[in-house]
């Protein structure tokens, strides 16, 4: 099918409960059908027994008609259970969805099929899912709980509007996102899910994030994107110049302890030649705040109109920042660096990087730091990586602030001046 813009996308990760709910739901008008045609033949032969005051015969008649509708239930449990331990089965595979235009596109372990929503059989939307029926018994499961808020209503409007593209065959599903959006999306090509700011709280797109983390690892990581002009206009820039992701991933990078550690000796060693106050660098701990949220949604949430969720197709999430690059030319901090600290970090810390904007980075980490000596050692490594974080994101500027908040927080925030 021709390319289109990616309108959204959800993944579903295809468990028993799920195919038992959509082998139900599919099927329950012809279930439905059978138990009425059972229960009329017993009721049937049932009234003709007792025509004939034959009593015993028509309990047994009935009795066996309820035992036929219970047995046909045990029965289909147990034919549902067959097909989906079946070699063929596509059993607790995980499929990613891309909601296009005129049609989707479903992909599980690198296979990918395309259906125009025209040529789907019926849609069936329940509290819990949206069902794509395409044939008797086969269609896609829609879980509405991995999906935002737009995205189900794009499905709900694509089943009620009869001008949808699911009606009428030419008909196209419109384009709601703005143009910095649609070519941050082109730009780095993986499939993602756009989060309207003006709809959705800084929570709201903060659990779309860590629900997509849920089903991270196989089908890769996710990583918030602003819908960010300045963002944009930095990855052009970088191409033009000749920006290569997959000689960038197969190069031998820095090494990103020895870069930091580097880092932060000539800080010391800068303030030292002229005559600066290092007390500041001290290891005194001072109160530090507790970050459990994403800072650039909680302060720089209402900057921008649209965040997109983006799952990147990496083995480790420390590659994220190769699909999603930036560079901050102000503090000589070029990807190949900023993607060394990220596989460090990730290898010692198990952090992921997980919001990027053109100037503000974040890492998500499951574990605060388990020592004080880590929370210094951190403490200076991300002074090092950006002094900004020292000098602008504490109250008093000091080192033992941000040792006292990297060991009780489960977020690290960067921001670049």
Known sequence: MNDDNILHTTTTTFTYDEYI?????????????????????????TALALSGKNYFRALLVFLACISLVMRGKKTRRKKQEEEFNAPDSAGNCIFTYEFYSTFFRQTCDGIVSELRYYDLWKIIETDTNFYLIYAR???????????????????????????????????????SYNKTTLKIMKRIGCPCEVLPCHELSAEEIMDSYHKAMETAGRD???VLVPSDKIYLEQFEIMKEDGYDREKLL????????????????????????????????????????EVDEYEALRSFGNEYEEY???????????????????????ADLEIDKILSVCRYWHKKYGAVPAVISHDTMEFLVEKNVPTEKDAWDLAREHAAFCEDRLYQCTDTGTLGELADSIRKSSVWYFWWD
Request: charged share 30%; hydrophobic share 35%.
């Open 21 to 45: 709910r959509f082998s139900d739901r599919a099927c329950r008008a012809t279930n439905i059908l059978s138990y009425i045609l059972c229960l009329a033949i017993g009721g049937a032969l």
């Open 220 to 222: 890769g990581y996710p």
């Open 308 to 330: 997109i969720l983006f799952r990147i197709p990496v083995d480790e999430p420390w590659k994220i920042p190769a699909y999603v690059p930036f560079e901050v030319w102000n």
């Open 137 to 175: 018994k086969e269609g896609c499961i829609i879980v509405k709980k991995n999906c935002s808020p737009k995205l189900i209503r794009f499905l709900h409007n694509m089943k009620e509007d009869a001008q949808s593209p699911f009606y009428k065959e030419n008909s196209k599903a419109e384009l």
């Open 250 to 289: 197969s190069g031998n990078l820095p090494d990103g302890k020895t870069f930091l550690d580097k880092q932060y000796r000539e800080t010391l060693e800068d303030l030292a030649e002229s005559g600066e106050d290092t007390s500041r660098y001290e290891e005194i701990f001072q109160p530090g705040d």
